[in-house]
T-cell receptor
Framework: GQSLEQPSEVTAVEGAIVQINCTYQ??????LSWYQQHDGGAPTFLSY????GLEETGRFSSFLSRSDSYGYLLLQELQMKDSASYFC???????????FGPGTRLSVLP | DTEVTQTPKHLVMGMTNKKSLKCEQH?????MYWYKQKAKKPPELMFV???????INESVPSRFSPECPNSSLLNLHLHALQPEDSALYLC?????????????FGQGTRLTVV
């Protein structure tokens, strides 16, 4: 089986930096992905880590520590449009299955 | 083309109706997924098709019946649903195989069962 944990809510102001953590327990771990979902919209892919370390994509960075079963998504220079739910997700079961964490609702205040 | 297209966008059906949800992608992806999402919850996996064969069925009730006519199409047939089945149904696709990081999601079908 698999389980993932994330904080349920995070609030920050425009221009700030926020970190959303994810811990996981899973069999056959292949990597940790991050998805953004605005209310009423579809999840969209943000970032992926298969190996330990930091991946940077514009204002978003993602980190993975496989030994700690832990990762985080770092959002810099926050903008109002970043208000959304953020999900970590793992591929397991020999890569057949995307399983999502419970999601973190980010609110960006002016 | 990096789109996953789902139809219809909205569906209202009675508990005795039969309806189908459709999903299409032309990215050459060989894995396709159905997810169910309730408000303020994460997407919950229902079915996975890999190379047009059902590879995972997450103990979904038989009133939901998936079908993969070809590598670009995925259907979800609905019959005798319950009001608690009302949710957003998301289709996704990805390149098959371990290490593939990204799933592409359609905009979903918002289903209401009355």
């Amino acid at each position: 089986g698999q389980s993932l944990e994330q904080p349920s809510e995070v609030t920050a102001v425009e221009g700030a930096i926020v970190q959303i953590n994810c811990t996981y327990q899973t069999s056959g771990f292949y990597g940790l992905s991050w998805y953004q979902q605005h209310d009423g919209g579809a999840p969209t892919f943000l970032s992926y880590n298969a190996l330990d370390g930091l991946e940077e994509t514009g204002r978003f960075s993602s980190f993975l520590s496989r030994s700690d079963s832990y990762g985080y998504l770092l959002l810099q220079e926050l903008q109002m449009k970043d208000s959304a739910s953020y999900f970590c997700a793992v591929r397991d079961n020999y890569g057949q299955n995307f399983v999502f964490g419970p999601g973190t609702r980010l609110s960006v205040l002016p | 083309d990096t789109e996953v297209t789902q139809t219809p966008k909205h569906l209202v059906m009675g508990m005795t109706n039969k309806k189908s949800l459709k999903c299409e992608q032309h990215m050459g992806h060989r894995a396709m997924y159905w997810y169910k999402q309730k408000a303020k919850k994460p997407p919950e996996l229902m079915f996975v098709y890999s190379y047009e064969k059902l590879s995972i069925n997450e103990s979904v009730p038989s009133r939901f019946s998936p079908e993969c006519p070809n590598s670009s199409l995925l259907n979800l047939h609905l019959h005798a649903l319950q009001p608690e089945d009302s949710a957003l149904y998301l289709c996704a696709s990805s390149q098959d195989g371990a290490g593939m990081a990204e799933a592409f999601f359609g905009q979903g079908t918002r289903l209401t069962v009355v």
